[in-house]
């Protein structure tokens, strides 16, 4: 074999692992670049905030480590699949002008090798991060769900292993059917691999809307075929040789003098839900059936525990123009399943933010990366479109490309100063299709996709002050920003633009008012 010599393929517990050459577990945490916010959003002063990181997770995470070891109670991962492919991301500029480009690509050198050795240095640190009652839940696919499986085995142990999950997959023409015959079936779902880290961790668990016929009370015989003489005894007039009844003889007793005082007392005045409704939704019911069995009551339910078949939701979604997003209902179930409001819920392949997003809006706190500038950018706009938010930062790992300046033009008027934006320099323009370049060219704030001010500037961070960005459908983007100093003075102005390719610059500029 190349590359060096092959590491055992068990481990010291003799558990069957995974082998490929040059397989290590590093995390170099004394070499991690800090954590510095590049934009602030929201108030100085809170103890926490949420933080959207731009840079490669193993860097990210090796620096979170520091203060949230062991702090993570949940953490989601849509991490690449080992596709091969490109995939886009598909801005607009006005109704009709789509500008696309690369967002990422899913193609590690070194094959299957290269990717393992990708995942499992990641996996390792992701379990260092994860809280003793905490879970990881990892999605991929057919190509390399059997592989990730055991890379979690080992890094978690087997007796973590919680589900693995199906999710519906993206929608994909069949080509099978224009076939004589098969080679293969339409790959329908997605997996989805849960482990604990410790196997004693419980979950509040994911519940799914009820069925039609769930959501009607019924009743249901409280016999069945397992045979346990201790489970046999006299009830409601009726016994059993063989089987025996579902509960124990205290509590069916019980519930069939619930029933008796809900006929003698309730019956006239109200059904049994309404009754159950006023008594706390806690009594339960036991009565004889139409064939005289005792059957026990089933009330009616607004929603179930949902098993590991998740195809009644939608993984994907395309709302941000993100090839790759997964759905927000998907995100929903993961959180309530292994979360609480207030947990840290992290996601470090963020990709379009969809995890943060869903976090934000149910109450938990959050940690978000990705290695595309990209995708900080599309996650820091959905965020920006909630109601209500928490305060969060943007880090950026490294300084990132030098940044052009935005040209804007500034007014003052008493203790009123307005910033016009004119345009952003972009370099791309010949990735433009010709008709749409020529707009930009004549009117290059056409070119702005997002643009924000700081209207005390005073260095890294960027404090968020002021914003506008533009929609998925290309419009809603405001070219002056407006702002009223209370008193005297000369103020330092920053202004963060970012044009439709996803280049940032940023200007500063100094005024007097008053
Ligand atoms: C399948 S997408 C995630 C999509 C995401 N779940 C969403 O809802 O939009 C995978 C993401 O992982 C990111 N990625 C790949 N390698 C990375 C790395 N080493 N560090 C951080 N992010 C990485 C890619 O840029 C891409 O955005």
């Known amino acids: 074999m190349e590359g060096g ?81 490109s995939y886009a991301f598909r801005s607009r500029i006005g109704a009709a002008d789509v500008v696309e480009e ?33 879970s990881i839940f990892v999605h991929c696919d057919y190509r390399a769900n059997s592989h990730l499986r055991l890379l979690l085995d080992e890094l978690f142990g087997p007796e973590s292993f919680r589900n693995e999950i199906i999710t519906r997959r ?5 080509l099978q059917k224009q076939f004589a015959s098969l080679r293969s079936l339409n790959v329908f779902h997605d997996t989805i691999l849960w482990y604990s880290k410790s196997p004693d961790a419980r979950f509040p668990g994911p519940y799914k809307p009820a069925s039609a016929a769930q959501r009607r009370a019924a009743w249901q015989s409280l016999w069945n075929n397992a045979d346990r003489p201790t489970m046999r005894y006299p009830l409601l007039g009726c016994t059993i ?16 003098a619930n029933y008796q005082h809900y006929l003698e007392h309730h019956a006239a005045t109200k059904t049994l839900t309404q009754y159950w409704e006023e008594t706390g939704r806690t009594l339960e019911f ?60 992290a996601d470090p392949f963020c990709g379009s933010g969809t995890t943060a997003v869903v976090a934000e809006r149910t109450g938990r706190r959050w940690l978000a990366c990705d290695s595309a500038r990209r995708a900080v950018q599309v996650a820091r706009k959905r965020l920006l ?34 910033v016009r934006i004119l345009g952003v320099p972009t370099q791309h323009l010949n990735r433009l299709p010709s008709s749409v370049a020529a707009k930009v060219l004549r009117h290059p704030v056409e070119a702005v996709e997002y643009w924000a001010v700081d209207w005390e500037y005073g260095g890294v961070p960027f404090r968020n002050c002021w914003r506008s960005f533009r929609h998925r459908r290309g419009g809603g983007l405001e070219t002056v920003a407006r702002h009223t100093y209370a008193a005297t003075g000369t103020y330092r102005i920053g202004v963060l633009a970012t044009d439709i390719f996803g280049e940032e610059g940023f200007a500063e500029l100094s005024v007097r008012v008053g």
């Open 5 to 85: 010599s092959m590491p055992p393929r068990s481990d010291r517990k003799g558990r069957v692992c995974l082998a490929w050459p040059g397989k290590r577990l590093r995390c170099n945490t004394a070499a991690s670049s800090p954590l510095t916010p590049v934009e602030r959003f929201g108030g100085d002063r809170e103890p926490w905030r949420n933080q959207l990181i731009l840079g490669d997770n193993m860097a990210a995470m090796a620096a979170l480590l520091h203060t949230y070891a062991g702090q993570v109670r949940l953490i989601y991962i849509d991490p690449p699949f080992a596709t091969g492919h």
């Open 102 to 134: 690369l967002a990422f690509e899913d193609d590690l050198p070194n094959g299957m090798s290269g990717y393992l050795q990708f995942m499992y240095e990641r996996l390792g640190i992701m379990h260092q991060l994860l809280s003793e009652d905490g």
């Open 170 to 174: 993206a929608q994909t023409k069949s």
């Open 241 to 256: 040789s063989r089987g025996q009844w579902k509960w124990r003889e205290e509590r069916a007793l019980r519930a069939a």
């Open 286 to 345: 036991v009565r004889r059936n139409g064939s005289g069995r005792p059957a026990y009551w089933i009330p009616p339910r607004d929603r179930v525990l949902a098993d590991t078949n998740w195809l009644d939701i939608p993984a994907y979604s395309y709302s941000t123009g993100y090839e790759t997003e997964k759905s927000e209902a998907l995100l929903e179930r993961v959180i309530q399943c292994a979360s609480n409001p207030g947990d840290i819920v």
């Open 385 to 418: 479109q909630l109601p209500f938010r928490s305060p969060f930062d943007v880090v950026a790992l490294d300084a990132g490309p030098q940044r052009p300046s935005p040209s804007v033009e500034v007014t003052v008027d008493g203790h009123t100063v307005a």
